[in-house]
């Protein structure tokens, strides 16, 4: 089997994922408020597009699940190997936006600062390495807290002003 490409029970893990995700947005979007009382049009419904979205990740999930079980993922149902050491992206990236979500949704914290700061904090982890590798430690530490605010300001006058939606 070629190492480039992902092998079928894999796909077939990730299939799944990103149908129950899917479903799970599908559900909550339509649970949202459709705002009939103010008279919004069905188009201007607040859970339409992540409707859309979500059904949208839920055909893409079926089709990994459907050509993973077409290149033998039943056949070959050994689950994949996981060792934390070689995926601590993906679990530091998991542990910082739970941790973000967590602190955001109680806090009373303003959004755009949690945002920076979040913003800043991901930067900054995931340059670390090669910043200390070539000497330049204080220079990410400023470019990820100079590139936090920037982004931070950004999506809150983004949502707030263009899109109309109230922050936490």
């Not at 799970?24 to 408020?33: A, E, K, L, N, T």
């Not at 607040?46 to 839920?58: D, V």
């Not at 949704?105 to 340059?127: E, K, N, R, T």
């Amino acid at each position: 089997m070629n190492d480039d490409h992902p092998r079928p029970v894999a796909d077939l893990l990730s299939g799944i994922v990103w149908l129950v995700l899917a479903i799970g947005i599908v559900v909550m979007s339509w649970q949202m408020d459709r705002l009939e009382h103010l008279k919004v049009s069905v188009y201007s419904a607040p859970g339409l597009l992540t409707g859309i979205l979500g059904i949208s990740i839920a055909i893409m999930g079926g089709i990994l699940i459907l050509r993973s079980i077409r290149a033998g993922a039943l056949r070959q149902m050994e689950l994949p190997h996981f060792n934390p050491r070689d995926h601590w992206r993906l679990l530091t990236g998991l542990v910082l936006c739970l941790v973000f979500a967590g602190w955001v949704v109680g806090s009373g914290v303003p959004f755009w600062l949690a945002a920076a700061l979040f913003i800043a904090i991901f930067v900054f982890v995931f340059q670390f390495e090669d910043r200390r590798a070539s000497g330049t430690l204080p220079r990410g530490a400023l470019f990820a807290v100079v590139y936090g605010l920037i982004c931070g300001a950004a999506i809150q006058y983004v949502f707030q002003e263009v899109f109309l939606v109230r922050l936490p």
